[in-house]
C-alpha cells in the first residue's frame, strides 16, 4: 500500500543517531539544545522547547499559556484531537468556531463570534500546511485579551507574509512524527517569543522542578537542591531523538521544495479532472504542504476511499471535526454545529504526499483516483 504519508531517513540521519548511542547522554544533553537552537533558526527565531510529541506539545503549550478551569478556548475542528484535549486535560471548555469552508482553516469572523470574556487562548491549525489568516486572527485574540496559539504540526518550514511559522502567533506546537514535514520518530516542540510563556514551558516539560537559584523558595537547602512550584510532565524528548531532528532539519529546505514539487504537479494533474476541487491557496503564504487534500463531490468520498485503497494506495481523511469523537458527544457537544466544516470534512480525501514520492507514483495515483470516480 501506498502511505499516504511516510518519512524519508537518510544515511545522514542514521549516522547522526548513531553517533549520540555512542556517547554519554542518551537524554538531557548536548543535543537537546543543539536540536532546539536550529529549529530556532527556522521559527524566526523564537525559542524553542523540544517535547515527545505534538500531542505533549499541545497539553505544555496550554499550561505555559495558564489555562485552567472556568477558562475557554477557541479553536477550529478541522484538525487532530489533542488541539482541542491537550487544554480539556487543564480543566478548560472548547468552544469549536467554524472554518473557511474553501482553505479548512480557522474563519477570524466565527473565532470573534465564538469569544466571550472565559476565552484565554485562540488556537487555529496550519490545515495540510497552509498558514491560517494570523493578520485578523490576531486582532481577534487582542480585541477579547486571548492569547493566539498556532497548532503548526502541519507547517514547519511554512511562512505567513515572509514571517517563519514559529514567531506568528503568541505560541506555535510543532510535531515530527514521521508522517509530518520532519521527523523524529514521536516527537515535538513549543515555540515561542515570549520569555515568560517558555520558561513555563520547560517547567512542565520537566516534572515541574525549578533549579534556578533566584527562583527557589528555599535557597540555602544545599547544592542538590529542587523544588516543584507547579505540577508538571516528563514531556522531554531524548538526545537520540534530537540528533535524529537536527539531521533532519539539514533536509528541510529540500523537502519543502520536493513537497511544492508534487503540489504543483498534483495541480497541473488534476485540473480537468471532474468531481475533484482543489483547496485554496491563500496569496500571502509560503507552505511546506504536508497533505495534499481534494474534495470529491455528489456524495462520492466513500466509494473513491474504499477503492482507492482497495487499489493499494493508501488515501486517508484529515480530519473528522473534533467534536464528533464519543468523548464530545457525550459532554452535549452535537453534529452540525460547524456546517462549513462538516461540508469539508463530507468530502474531503488526502492523496499521498511526502518527499520520496516517484513522478510515476504520483501518476499511480492519479490514475486511481481516475479509475475511482468512473
Ligand atoms: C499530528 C498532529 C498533532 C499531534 O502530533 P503527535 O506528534 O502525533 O502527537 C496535533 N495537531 C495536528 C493538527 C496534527 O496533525
Known amino acids: 500500500m501506498l502511505p499516504y504519508g511516510r518519512q524519508s531517513i537518510s544515511e545522514d540521519d542514521v549516522e547522526a543517531v548513531s553517533r549520540v548511542l555512542r556517547g554519554d547522554w542518551l537524554t538531557t544533553g548536548p543535543a537537546v539544545s543543539s536540536f532546539e537552537k536550529r529549529l530556532s533558526e527556522w521559527a524566526g527565531g523564537a525559542e524553542c522547547v523540544s517535547v515527545t510529541s505534538g500531542t505533549a506539545a499541545l497539553h505544555v ?3 505555559a499559556c495558564g489555562v485552567g478551569p472556568g477558562d475557554e478556548v477557541v479553536t477550529s475542528p478541522i484538525t487532530f484531537v489533542a488541539t482541542a484535549s491537550g487544554a480539556m486535560l487543564h480543566g478548560a471548555r472548547v468552544v469549536f468556531a467554524d472554518v473557511d469552508e474553501d482553505t479548512a482553516l480557522l474563519d477570524p469572523d466565527a473565532a470573534k463570534a465564538a469569544v466571550t470574556t472565559r476565552t484565554k487562548v485562540i488556537t487555529a491549525i496550519d490545515y495540510a500546511g497552509q498558514p491560517a489568516d494570523y493578520d485578523a486572527l490576531r486582532d481577534v485574540a487582542e480585541a477579547g485579551s486571548a492569547l493566539l496559539l498556532d497548532d503548526a504540526a502541519h507547517s514547519i518550514g511554512s511562512t505567513y507574509q515572509g514571517e517563519p511559522i514559529g514567531s506568528v502567533a503568541d505560541v506555535t506546537t510543532f510535531s515530527f512524527f514521521p508522517t509530518k514535514n520532519l521527523t523524529t520518530a514521536e516527537g515535538g516542540a513549543v515555540a515561542t517569543t515570549d520569555p515568560v510563556i517558555a520558561k513555563r514551558a520547560r517547567r512542565f516539560r520537566n516534572i515541574g522542578l525549578v533549579r534556578e537559584r533566584e527562583d527557589l523558595r528555599h535557597p540555602d537547602e544545599g547544592g542538590w537542591h529542587q523544588e516543584v512550584h507547579a505540577l508538571g510532565l516528563n514531556y522531554r524528548l531524548p538526545d537520540v531523538l534530537c540528533a535524529l531532528g537536527e539531521a533532519q532539519l539539514r533536509r528541510l529546505a529540500d523537502f519543502k521544495a520536493r513537497r511544492a514539487r508534487l503540489v504543483a504537479r498534483y495541480r497541473e494533474l488534476l485540473a480537468d479532472v471532474d468531481g ?18 481534494v474534495r470529491i463531490g455528489d456524495g462520492r468520498r466513500r466509494t473513491v476511499y474504499d477503492r482507492m485503497r482497495a487499489a493499494g494506495v493508501g488515501v ?12 464530545f458527544e457525550d459532554l452535549g457537544y452535537r453534529r452540525g454545529m460547524c456546517p462549513n466544516a462538516e461540508a469539508f470534512y463530507a468530502e474531503e480525501l488526502s492523496l499521498p504526499l511526502f518527499p520520496d514520492l516517484t ?5 499511480r495515483v492519479v490514475d486511481a483516483l481516475v479509475t475511482a470516480l468512473r
Open 316 to 327: 486517508q481523511v484529515n480530519f473528522i471535526p473534533v467534536y464528533r469523537h464519543p468523548v
Open 276 to 293: 475533484v476541487r482543489l483547496l485554496r491557496v491563500r496569496p500571502d503564504v509560503d507552505p511546506v504542504w504536508h497533505l495534499f487534500p
Open 61 to 63: 503549550a496550554y499550561a
Open 359 to 363: 513522478d510515476s507514483d504520483q501518476d
